[in-house]
């Protein structure tokens, strides 16, 4: 919003086909299926209409590249005296239904169902955690040891009775975690031990 209410209309949407394109191949990179756009938000969808057996390894591989190429961009835009804009992803896994939705004369294949709505969810609650990528605990019991992770936190986002344990993607493997950000991650996870114990003090001294 901050952005739009700065640009011309004509330089808004160059910027935000710009960035829409970028992100559009890295879905078709990892064999997603590119449900719609929403403003300057994307839904995709792995493992339909095509089943695949990794969806849940293909989608975290795709936003981790999304994000870097996020910070090309950025570069580019800065030198170009245009504005610079990060973007959040939520990853959720699991069942839902996948068809021609619609009227009679006008209708689009698309996903819906529970699964679907947790997934928007996440990508709304990384403002909270200061974080670009979440996934939740569905995708995460479908993936390896190849991608670390920061448990954040069990979250009951709306729509939903049970809360749903999140983590933070990090990155694409063990290695890319390293120095400082491992001692950070360590330390969270120390504070959450501590917050979960209701060790108030103990906890926000870890967080902080």
Not at 133 to 155: A, C, G, K, V, W
Request: glycine share 8%.
């Amino acid at each position: 919003t901050t952005v739009s209410e700065n640009l011309s209309p004509e330089a808004l949407v160059a910027q935000l086909n710009d960035y829409l394109t970028a992100m559009t191949e890295l879905v078709f990179k990892y064999e997603g299926y590119l449900d719609k756009y929403e403003g300057d938000a994307i839904m995709a969808v792995y493992g339909v209409p095509v089943e695949m057996k990794d969806h849940a390894r293909r989608a975290c591989l795709g936003a981790l590249e999304m994000q870097k190429e996020m910070v090309a961009l950025r570069q580019r835009w800065h030198a170009e005296n245009k504005p610079e804009f990060h973007v959040r992803m939520g990853i959720n896994s699991g069942p839902m239904i996948a068809g021609n939705i619609g009227g009679k004369n006008r209708f689009d294949y698309t996903v819906i169902g529970d699964s679907v709505n947790l997934a928007s969810r996440l990508e709304g609650a990384n403002k909270a955690y200061g974080t670009s990528i979440m996934i939740s605990e569905f995708t995460r019991e479908l993936l390896n040891d190849e991608f670390p992770l920061r448990e954040l936190d069990l979250l009951r986002v709306k729509g939903k009775n049970q809360p749903v344990r999140v983590y933070e993607l990090l990155g694409g493997s063990p290695a890319e975690v390293t120095g400082s950000k491992k001692e950070a991650v360590r330390l969270y996870e120390e504070g959450l031990l501590l917050y979960r114990s209701r060790e108030w003090d103990a906890a926000i001294t870890a967080f902080r």
